[in-house]
């Protein structure tokens, strides 16, 4: 109940009272990654969202697969409910049949209970499963699409072009448009996606709506100290500290910028990268670090957790993101500007919509290790002779993620259209 005291025109008190009802929802989050280990961008939309909605009153789910991480198949994490079911990945058909058969046999045993309001996908495989039970037909549907799956699997798999890798590319697009199709409404992370979709899926306009990205505000801050940290982290002051963090895997760009570093200690910059993440590029990159004479100047940290994350984002001079293809938006771009520590980007999907809006200077001319370097070099000029400047775009960095990129402010969208607003 909420009661309202205001004076009319003849200047008289008038008492009002609204009675409110708060409306809350049984929410299944339906994916294909966890929230156990936010290893990425899309396990950190899943856990922001589901803590967001948990938060509001909901009660959240989580509907997706056991990973080899995983001891259990049932798992409570910050209140959300985490179910999970087994897969056979021995092959693809097994891998697919699997997914379908114990991904409904799972939400049979716990879901039917549950009387869902809506369903939301993040993933198409989960979200098959779901969408072929007829249980599930009458009940409102969302999905997520941070990229388009058959791209990422392709990118993957560049030289690839046998019977086998040809009929997955299919399935797997056929099976996004499914789920795309069976969802009320489809929501992306960038304009970039959604246009995407728009031409390669041929989803209708305004079935389509745009949330951005976001990051943790209470986590993700400006370090007091910069210096500081960097001794927490055994690392030694130098002149030019660069950071990146991707999936060790080719479409992030990762040689190239070992390529930009090599350029830049040739022209004189010392230059030291550090890279965090893991994937099956490791050992590939070691042998060009090694192969560059770059063993002094980047260091591969493995698997950051959030925590550790954002120390170095603190502790870098600048953020590199030099993806070549498919970044449907980014999370760490935004993360490392809430940091206080600038960017400089490839200029590539969703990433040109966030640096246009506040200094497209920052992106690079193209994908190249020379564009890399050539701009890495302008700026640390900068950074190097006029120090006000670059406190500057530290300021500024923070100020257009506090502003455009709140988890808080974006899921309230989300939270109105899994209701039907």
Known sequence: MIILRYKNCQGHY???ILFVTMTTMNVLLAADVSIKNLLGG???VLYEEARFLAQQGHKVCILTRKLESHGTFDEVIDGIHEFRYEINAQNPASFLFSTIKNAQKRYQQFCLEQNFDVIHFHQPFTALAVNLLVETKNIKKVYTCHSLSFEEYRSRNPQNHSLRF??????????EKFNLDKSDKITTLSQFTKNKLLHIHRIKENKIVVIPGGFNRHLFQPAADKNAVRQQLNIDHQPLILFTVRNLVGRMGLENLLQAVAILRQKGVPASLFIGGQGPLKEKLQALIKELRLEGSVTLCGFLAQ????KYYQMADFFILPTIELEGFGLVTIEAMACATPVLATPIG????????????????????????????????????????????????????????????????????????
């Not at 040809?166 to 099976?175: H, V």
């Open 14 to 16: 008038l008492l009002v």
């Open 42 to 44: 899309g396990e950190r």
């Open 166 to 175: 040809t009929l997955n590319l299919f399935f797997r697009k056929s099976i």
């Open 307 to 310: 925590e550790t994350l954002l």
């Open 350 to 421: 969703g990433t040109i919509e966030i640096l246009n809006g506040l200094d497209p200077s920052f992106l690079f001319k193209d994908t190249t290790p020379q564009a890399m370097a050539d701009l890495i070099f302008e700026k640390f000029a900068i950074y190097k002779n006029n120090p006000d400047a670059y406190q500057q775009w530290c300021i500024n960095a923070r100020k257009y993620a506090e502003k455009n990129y709140s988890w808080e402010k974006n899921f309230i969208n989300m939270e109105s259209i899994l209701k039907g607003n």
